[in-house]
C-alpha cells in the first residue's frame, strides 16, 4: 500500500511549477523564425522583367506604340497593370490565408484573357483610324514573354490546392498572362475586336491553358509525392 504523501504543500507547489513550465513552452515560438524569402522573390521578378524587356525591345521597343494618343496609353497601361497587381495578389496569397478554392481558380484562369481583351477594347475605343495590323507580332511577343513571368510564378504554386493541379497550373499561367498583357500593351497596340481577339485574348487564353498541362503534369505529380 502507498504511502500517504509526506509533504502535501510541497507536491501542490511543484505541480504549480511544472504547469507554469508548460504554459511557458506553449508560449514560446516551437520553431525558429524562417528566413525572409522577399530577395529572392523580387530576384526572379527583376530577371523576368528584364527578359520580357527584351523581348519587347527586340521587336522595335516602344515606338511600336506611336500611333496611340496618351489618353489611351494611360488608360490601357493603368488597367493592365492593375489586373496584373490584383490577380498576382489574390492568386499567390499569404501561406496562413485559405488557398484560393475551385471557382475562384477557374474564375481567374477564364477571367484574365476576358478581361484583358474588354480593357484593350475599351481603352482603344476612341483612337480615330485604328492601329497597324499586329496580331501575329503579339502572338511572337506572347509566346517569347510569357515563360518568365510563369517560372517566377511558379515557385510559389505550393500555395495553391495542389489537389486540383490542372487548376492551379492554369491559375498560375493565368497571372503570367496577365503580367504579358502588360508587356503587349507596349509592343503591340491593337484597336479593333478582331484584332483584340486574336492578338491578345487568344494569346492569353493559350497562356492559361500552357499552365494547365503543366500543372497537371507536374504538380500533379507533385501532389503524389
Do not use: N
Amino acid at each position: 500500500m502507498r504511502p500517504p504523501d509526506r509533504d502535501p504543500l510541497h507536491a501542490c507547489q511543484g505541480s504549480a511549477a511544472l504547469e507554469l513550465r508548460v504554459l511557458g513552452l506553449a508560449q514560446s515560438p516551437v520553431s525558429p523564425p524562417r528566413p525572409s524569402r522577399l530577395g529572392p522573390l523580387l530576384l526572379r521578378a527583376a530577371l523576368a522583367a528584364a527578359a520580357m524587356a527584351a523581348v519587347v525591345q527586340a521587336f522595335g521597343g516602344p515606338a511600336l506604340a506611336a500611333g496611340r494618343t496618351a489618353v489611351s496609353a494611360a488608360c490601357v497601361l493603368a488597367g493592365a497593370a492593375s489586373l496584373a497587381v490584383a490577380v498576382t495578389g489574390f492568386t499567390l496569397r499569404s501561406r496562413g490565408a485559405r488557398p484560393p478554392a475551385r471557382r475562384e481558380l477557374l474564375g481567374i484562369a477564364v477571367g484574365v484573357p476576358l478581361v484583358a481583351g474588354a480593357l484593350a477594347l475599351a481603352c482603344h475605343a476612341s483612337l480615330a483610324g485604328g492601329l497597324p495590323e499586329v496580331g501575329l507580332r503579339c502572338l511572337a511577343v506572347t509566346a517569347l514573354s510569357a515563360p518568365w513571368p510563369f517560372l517566377a510564378l511558379l515557385s510559389l504554386g505550393r500555395r495553391l490546392d495542389l489537389r486540383q493541379p490542372a487548376l492551379a497550373g492554369a491559375a498560375i499561367g493565368a497571372t503570367a498572362a496577365a503580367w504579358v498583357a502588360v508587356t503587349l500593351e507596349v509592343a503591340c497596340p491593337l484597336s479593333t475586336p478582331v484584332q483584340i481577339l486574336v492578338g491578345r485574348v487568344l494569346p492569353l487564353a493559350a497562356v492559361s491553358l500552357a499552365g494547365a498541362a503543366y500543372g497537371r503534369r507536374r504538380l500533379g505529380l507533385r501532389r503524389v509525392k
